[in-house]
């Protein structure tokens, strides 16, 4: 069965940092792009960032270019969110999200299949 | 960055209505859009990928169509159980972007 548990989320401070992590299980996890997404209390899903099987690219929404840095431990099934100088616009709840991708005619898809349960952020003072 | 808008906002049906959602993007991507159901406290889950592809265990009920830039997800007979936001998300390339969702409510 496929597992995705977020953990690492709380109360910071603004200018403070939080490192969120993700914990895999039930698949080979060194064989898919991870991600994170996130929700504002009330809002929307934005993407926040993507990292490759191994972890050669990662990508960003710009809110958080320079921020927060995406990362993965292959050997122990692990997908990390290091979040720096962090704003009140931050607060939202996290989730890391497999994408076990779909290719077809040349092109391959992001297929976001399964999600963790998610963390909650609060930044404020 | 590619945006995403969704129509309408919000909609409210009766079990066994025809339920059609739209999903508009700025530039053209092909058909390299899913469809995604949250429910209020849940994580998203997965409907659609490559526009029309049916995720497994999802119902027959639901069909996604479109390439370019217009794009449809459609419940054919809407099911008590399929009350929730709706977002589209584009996967044309990064940053990918999720559309502002549609909050569907049953009568």
């Known amino acids: 069965e496929v597992q995705l548990v977020e953990s690492g989320g709380g109360l910071v401070q603004p200018g403070g940092s939080l490192r969120l992590s993700c914990a895999a299980s039930?698949?080979?996890?060194?064989?898919?792009?991870m991600n994170w997404v996130r929700q504002a209390p009330g809002k929307g899903l934005e993407w926040v960032a993507t990292?490759?099987?191994?972890?050669?690219?990662?990508y960003y929404v710009d809110s958080v270019w320079g921020r927060f840095t995406i990362s993965r431990d292959n050997a122990n099934n692990s997908l990390s969110l290091q979040m720096n100088s962090l704003r009140a616009e931050d607060t939202a709840v996290y989730y890391c999200?497999?994408?076990?991708?779909?290719?077809?005619?040349?092109?391959?898809?992001?297929?976001?299949?399964?999600w963790g349960q998610g963390t909650l952020v609060t930044v404020s003072s | 960055a590619i945006q995403m808008t969704q129509s309408p906002s919000s909609l409210s049906a009766s079990v066994g209505d025809r339920v059609t959602i739209t999903c508009r993007a700025s530039?053209?991507?092909?058909?390299?859009l899913g469809w995604y159901q949250q429910k209020p406290g849940t994580a998203p889950k997965l409907l659609i990928y490559?526009?029309?592809n049916l995720e497994s265990g999802v119902p027959s009920r639901f069909s996604g169509s479109g390439s370019g830039t217009d794009f449809t997800l459609t419940i054919s007979s809407l099911q008590p159980e399929d009350f929730g936001t709706y977002y589209c998300?584009?996967?044309?390339?990064?940053?990918?972007?999720f559309g502002p969702g549609t909050k569907v409510d049953i009568k």
């Open positions: 998300l584009h996967d044309h390339n990064y940053p990918l972007t």
């Open positions: 490559a526009a029309s």
């Open positions: 530039l053209g991507i092909r058909n390299e």
């Open positions: 999200a497999r994408d076990r991708g779909y290719c077809s005619g040349g092109t391959c898809y992001a297929v976001f299949d399964y």
């Open positions: 039930g698949f080979t996890f060194s064989s898919v792009y």
């Open positions: 990292i490759r099987e191994d972890g050669s690219e990662k």
